[in-house]
């Protein structure tokens, strides 16, 4: 698909298939957000690929949304703090750099014709006990990955002249 029509076309899916995601697609999407820029090209994340057959009602723990445990998968971006490129102020990129992965990923995978949904209001404890996450390993963004079978809900952007200033504030 052209990028675009792309980015315009893409949204957030909350009901999936129980179609299973083809091994081909699910390494292009992860291909996407491995090449994805880091600050200082550190790559300061780890992504988790969680199959959700058989562990539904233990992943509601992490998010409890139907729709969360419909897709036959769950991607899971996690952050390193202490690989991530540190600015001198002492501000950590880390978060900034999963999120432009996971940006990669779900863009992807929109092209490949999946769908996915941000999901940062997850319980991190739960997760945390659920992955088995080490410590200085932090959860920062997952999405479910899988076929849609909802349509898109509206969604509403403010106007570019609300969101862009030349020269200053």
């Known amino acids: 698909m052209e990028f675009t029509e792309l980015i315009k076309e893409r949204y957030s899916v909350r009901g999936y298939k129980n179609d299973p995601v083809e091994e081909g697609k ?6 996407a957000a491995r090449l994805a820029p880091t600050a ?3 790559q300061p994340f780890q992504l ?3 199959h959700t057959e058989g562990r539904k009602e233990e992943l509601r ?3 409890n949304r139907d729709w969360f445990v419909q897709a036959p ?7 390193i703090p202490s690989k991530a490129w540190v ?5 950590n990129y880390g978060v900034v750099d999963v999120a432009i992965v996971m940006d990669h990923l779900i863009l ?9 949904c941000w999901i940062a209001a997850f319980d991190s404890q739960a997760t945390r006990e659920i992955l088995n996450l080490p410590e200085g390993v932090d ?8 076929y849609p079978d909802a349509p898109p809900r509206p969604t509403e952007r403010k106007p570019l002249k609300q969101l862009v200033r030349y020269e200053g504030w």
């Open 139 to 146: 959860p920062i963004v997952m999405t479910p990955l899988g």
């Open 87 to 91: 600015r001198h102020d002492k501000a």
């Open 108 to 116: 992807a995978a929109a092209n490949l014709g999946l769908g996915t």
């Open 26 to 31: 699910l390494q292009q999407a992860l291909e």
């Open 48 to 50: 988790i690929v969680v």
């Open 40 to 42: 200082a090209n550190l």
């Open 61 to 63: 723990r992490i998010y």
């Open 73 to 79: 998968l769950i991607i899971v971006a996690c952050g």
